[in-house]
């Protein structure tokens, strides 16, 4: 069975603040992607990663995809309150399944 | 465009009942996913359809079934309903190649078993 662990599970911080998410497995993924979920929606894509030290970065937003493909770590910098939601990271395998860690709730405080 | 849509929004049923749930894909997207998430942890897959045939299953009890329709939307079936049940049900739906180009996901329906 393929797990994901995300750490920190609750995150409570100022605007301004810098933070990062890790998400962590014993398994290789052929992808991961992290999804924002805010209270009584879907989750929302944000990135796919899918090369083994890979970065990307989407305004604030840098992922990373580990080397090794078994973990990957999400940054933000200056948080913001509309940042405020529960990030998910999901990997993917050559099947169909996305295999999700158990999320990280953050609120940005103004 | 409209995104993926899910019906209903929330439903109420009480243990040993039936229930069904629906999801329309995204229009052009074949391949269909349903995810049950409990409060407080992410989703669980639960099957996937593409070109209507079941591409994988999670460990869900038999209890669970679902379909996939000509037009591509998808029923979940969920019969003898236990308390643990209930859920936020995620429908998702991606073109070929959503391993790479990631899912788009319904807002789900809530479902809580009384």
């Known amino acids: 069975t393929q797990l994901l662990e995300q750490s920190p599970q609750f995150l409570s911080i100022q605007e301004g603040e810098n933070l990062t998410v890790y998400c962590n497995s014993s398994?290789?993924?052929?992808?991961l992607q992290w999804y924002r979920q805010e209270p009584g929606e879907g989750p929302v894509l944000l990135v796919t990663?899918?090369?083994?030290?890979e970065v990307k970065k989407l305004k604030r937003l840098t992922f990373q995809f580990g080397d090794a493909r078994k973990d990957s770590s999400l940054h933000i910098t200056a948080a913001q309150p509309g940042d405020t939601g529960l990030y998910l990271c999901a990997g993917g395998t050559s099947g169909s399944r996305l295999t999700f860690g158990e999320g990280t709730q953050l609120t940005v405080n103004p | 465009d409209a995104g993926v849509t899910q019906s209903p929004t929330h439903l109420i049923k009480t243990r040993g009942q039936h229930v069904t749930l629906r999801c329309s894909p995204i229009s052009g997207h074949k391949s269909v996913s349903w995810y049950q998430q409990v409060l407080g942890q992410g989703p669980q897959f639960i099957f996937q359809?593409?070109?209507?045939?079941?591409?994988g299953r999670g460990n869900f009890p038999d209890r669970f079934s679902a379909r996939q329709f000509p037009n591509y939307s998808s029923e979940l079936n969920v019969n003898a309903l236990l308390l643990g049940d209930s859920a936020l049900y995620l429908c998702?739906?991606?073109?070929?190649?959503?391993?790479?180009?990631?899912?788009?996901f319904g807002s789900g329906t809530r479902l809580t078993v009384v």
């Open positions: 990663v899918v090369t083994g030290g």
């Open positions: 998702a739906s991606s073109s070929p190649g959503g391993q790479l180009y990631g899912y788009t």
């Open positions: 359809y593409y070109e209507k045939e079941e591409r």
């Open positions: 398994s290789v993924f052929s992808s």
